[in-house]
């Protein structure tokens, strides 16, 4: 079965940095666009970024352009979400998705088929 699994998270101080990965199975991942999102308590799941099946072409929310980098590495089955300068605002549970590739950004959730177990980052101010 397909299954999307996420590195661990952390915490770290505002201004930090820290690096999710997300190792997918039972797929052909170089066939699959690969989204991130999150979802701080009491909010709706948020699109962070994505990038397409090739790597070409990456799409980001307004407020991390300049500070998250998404990237992967199809031979490994991975794909990366680097996130620098984090802010408290950040803070959220960290979510991976795999839809079937599309040229296009998918910024919606329900674009996506499989989804990552999530982890949490926190940013302490």
């Known amino acids: 079965q397909v299954q999307l699994v996420q590195s661990e998270g952390g915490w770290v101080q505002t201004g930090g940095s820290l690096r999710l990965s997300c190792t997918a199975s039972?797929?052909?991942?170089?066939?699959?666009?690969m989204g991130w999102f999150r979802q701080a308590p009491g909010k709706e799941r948020e699109f962070v970024g994505d990038?397409?099946?090739?790597?070409?072409?990456?799409n980001y929310e307004d407020s991390v352009k300049g500070r998250f980098t998404i990237s992967r590495d199809n031979a490994k089955n991975t794909v990366y979400l680097q996130m620098n300068n984090l802010k408290p605002e950040n803070t959220a549970v960290y979510y991976c998705?795999?839809?079937?590739?599309?040229?296009?950004?998918?910024?919606?959730?329900?674009?996506?088929?499989?989804w990552g177990q999530g982890t949490q980052v926190t940013v302490s101010s």
């Open positions: 039972g797929l052909t991942f170089s066939r699959y666009n």
């Open positions: 998705a795999a839809r079937y590739w599309s040229s296009n950004s998918g910024s919606h959730p329900g674009l996506y088929e499989y």
């Open positions: 990038i397409t099946w090739s790597g070409g072409s990456k």
